[in-house]
């Protein structure tokens, strides 16, 4: 069984930065791509960052130049680095990741609470 295991999320102010981490149990070079997804109260999910891989990567507008996504193949670790955090960005933040078309694999989510 494979697993996910998200850390570091927390509370934090405005303007504040955080790092999540996803540890899997599993070579994360099996996977095309690991991402983050964030869900909100009463919100969708919704895609944040996605690096592939070959190490490209992908953002959401509203993260675009806040978040950076980054992978450490020796550790099979993927990271979140939340900068300039906004009240908006309040969330529970899921890793994921994808072998295919589809997502195979989702972590148990960490709380991230952005203070104004």
């Known amino acids: 069984q494979v697993q996910l295991v998200e850390s570091g999320g927390g509370l934090v102010q405005a303007g504040g930065s955080l790092r999540l981490s996803c540890a899997t149990s599993?070579?994360?070079?099996?996977?095309?791509?690991m991402s983050w997804f964030r869900q909100a109260p009463g919100k969708q999910r919704e895609l944040v960052a996605s690096?592939?891989?070959?190490?490209?990567?992908n953002y959401a507008d509203s993260v675009k130049g806040r978040f950076t996504i980054s992978r450490d193949n020796a550790k099979n670790t993927v990271y979140l680095q939340m900068d300039s955090l906004k009240p908006e960005d309040t969330a529970v933040y899921y890793c994921a990741a994808r072998k295919l078309f589809s997502y195979d694999y989702w972590g148990q989510g960490t709380q991230v609470t952005v203070s104004s």
């Open positions: 690096i592939t891989r070959g190490y490209s990567t």
């Open positions: 599993e070579s994360i070079r099996s996977y095309n791509a």
